[in-house]
Nanobody, 124 residues
């Protein structure tokens, strides 16, 4: 089992930045690839970014490429999402997720473990 707790969400103006954190406990963290997803009201949960177990491989959704950066610190059992140049359309609940493999995935179906989410609101 893996428990995930996100933090760092909040209200920010368009063009601003936020850094989300996700602390993992339970299963050995450095064996899991991790991902961030988001869900806005009325929308499906959308892939944002993923990172493999070592941090050497990262994937991004098209809408966040060049603005968001995913990283991890295995010594702290933490994965981060640095979000820059935020736009109102980035407003959503952001979820951290963990796989059971060292390979990262873009599909939410590959992630059996999820956090409770943290709200990000970007005002125009």
């Amino acid at each position: 089992q893996v428990q995930l707790v996100e933090s760092g969400g909040g209200l920010v103006q368009a063009g601003g930045s936020l850094r989300l954190s996700c602390v993992a406990s339970g299963r050995t963290f450095d064996r899991n690839s991790m991902g961030w997803f988001r869900q806005a009201p009325g929308n499906e949960r959308e892939f944002v970014a993923a990172i493999n177990w070592s941090g050497a491989i990262t994937y991004y959704g098209d809408s966040v490429k060049g603005r968001f950066t995913i990283s991890r610190d295995n010594a702290k059992n933490t994965v981060y999402l640095q979000m820059n140049s935020l736009k109102p359309e980035d407003t959503a609940i952001y979820y951290c997720a963990a796989t059971t493999t060292r390979v990262p995935f873009k599909s939410r179906n590959e992630y059996p473990y999820w956090g409770q989410g943290t709200q990000v609101t970007v005002s125009s």
